[in-house]
T-cell receptor, first 112, second 113 residues
Framework: GESVGLHLPTLSVQEGDNSIINCAYSNSASDYFIWYKQESGKGPQFIIDIRSNMDKRQGQRVTVLLNKTVKHLSLQIAATQPGDSAVYFCAENTGNTGKLIFGQGTTLQVKP | GAVVSQHPSRVICKSGTSVKIECRSLDFQATTMFWYRQFPKKSLMLMAT?????????EQGVEKDKFLINHASLTLSTLTVTSAHPEDSSFYIC?????????FGPGTRLTVT
């Protein structure tokens, strides 16, 4: 079936370095993508989103890139901080329904 | 951003009992809310779509008689785990949004003993 997946289950980076978290999706009809951050024992927190008519969107310290040709999504975090340590999920949506399909998640570990 | 709350945050119940979890949108109205389940170190799995004023739509493999959903108002959806068993122990999370953007509640940790 259709699914969203992540390439790396765990990413370990040094504080201050940039982080890149990748995601592959398989539903070519998906038109809205979101990155969430989840800390232990909490609900997912919205980070940034992007629509399929865009290939890049920037936020504060974060950038999302969308490559529709290869169905790939990435989240870039600049100057990674210890507070960025969490699990990151990509999610896709089709048709503005609010119904999301989540990827497997990547754990980001930031070393001081 | 929009705020979604859940209650309780943690609940422990005995096997065979039922547990109700509430999901509220605090500063917006939501005709649709979503319920997810998450096992440790796993991703979120969509259980059902809660529709205000009508029946919930369940994902394949989710027992509708076991996970009762009621969306009685535009700001409240409830999930009742009926006749709970230890395998129902999980982290339950709801989401809602003023439009297609979804905001998540803090989650409810259910432990069935």
């Amino acid at each position: 079936g259709e699914s969203v997946g992540l390439h790396l289950p765990t990413l370990s980076v040094q504080e201050g370095d940039n982080s890149i978290i990748n995601c592959a999706y398989s539903n070519s009809a998906s038109d809205y993508f979101i990155w969430y951050k989840q800390e232990s024992g909490k609900g997912p927190q919205f980070i940034i989103d992007i629509r399929s008519n865009m290939d890049k969107r920037q936020g504060q310290r974060v950038t999302v890139l969308l490559n529709k040709t290869v169905k790939h999504l990435s989240l870039q975090i600049a100057a990674t901080q210890p507070g960025d340590s969490a699990v990151y999920f990509c999610a896709e949506n089709t048709g503005n329904t609010g119904k999301l399909i989540f990827g497997q998640g990547t754990t980001l570990q930031v070393k001081p | 951003g929009a705020v979604v709350s859940q209650h309780p945050s943690r609940v422990i119940c005995k096997s065979g009992t039922s547990v109700k979890i509430e999901c509220r949108s605090l500063d917006f109205q939501a005709t649709t809310m979503f319920w997810y389940r998450q096992f440790p170190k796993k991703s979120l799995m969509l259980m059902a779509t809660s529709n205000e004023g009508s029946k919930a739509t369940y994902e394949q493999g989710v027992e509708k008689d076991k996970f009762l959903i009621n969306h009685a108002s535009l700001t409240l959806s409830t999930l009742t785990v009926t006749s709970a068993h230890p395998e129902d122990s999980s982290f339950y999370i709801c989401s809602a949004g003023p439009s297609y953007e979804q905001y998540f509640g803090p989650g409810t940790r259910l432990t069935v003993t």
